[in-house]
């Protein structure tokens, strides 16, 4: 019994895993360690107060979140307003997530009385370094690759990924 327990509770798929019997998309695995990863090397990196590094990361990530998904649905035709709190069925603008991130950051700023431009030279190469290491996620998410690659000799990685027609498989 505990073992038919243990497998309907903890597992994998080709999507993600799944913990306590909720699924974690690989592509969200991948999007949290580049915030993490920023976030570190921030810390390591800094050349202000590891305090107000930790300041920004803490208000920034979620208001860049509710920014991206927020951009999303005004954008999308398909999502909505209405579907805001619809995350998991995708939907998340990097436009919308660094417009939300900068507004943000420039408000902790003026309220803590830093200089803006110093704040973000010190983490928006830690937040680009992050942003390579999430956009990995989407090769998980079978999605956002780019144009088609016709020629045959240039059909292997990295000039090309293949896609299966079947949206099922992976």
């Not at 073992?3 to 895993?17: H, K, P």
């Not at 699924?23 to 202000?48: D, H, P, Q, T």
């Not at 307003?81 to 939300?100: K, P």
Request: contains cysteine; proline residues 4%; negative net charge.
């Amino acid at each position: 019994m505990t073992s038919s327990l243990l497998a309907v509770e903890f597992g994998a798929n080709e999507r993600g895993i799944i913990l306590f019997g909720f699924e974690i998309y690989y592509y969200a695995i991948c999007i949290v360690c580049g915030m993490i990863l920023a976030a570190a090397l921030s810390a390591l990196l800094r050349n202000m107060s590891g305090d107000f590094i930790f300041l920004l990361f803490v208000v920034c990530i979620p208001t860049a979140i509710i920014g991206a998904r927020l951009f999303s649905c005004l954008t999308d035709p398909n999502l909505g307003i209405g579907r805001f709190f619809d995350f998991r069925d995708g939907g998340l603008s990097i436009t919308g997530g660094v417009i939300g991130g900068v507004l943000a950051g420039f408000v902790v700023c003026l309220i803590k009385k830093v200089n803006f431009l110093r704040a973000a030279d010190c983490v928006v190469i830690n937040i680009l370094i992050a942003q390579s290491l999430g956009r990995w996620g989407n090769f998980f998410n079978a999605e956002v690759y780019g144009g088609v690659v016709e020629t045959p000799s240039l059909q292997w990685f990295p000039f090309a990924v293949p896609i299966s027609p079947d949206p099922y498989t992976y």
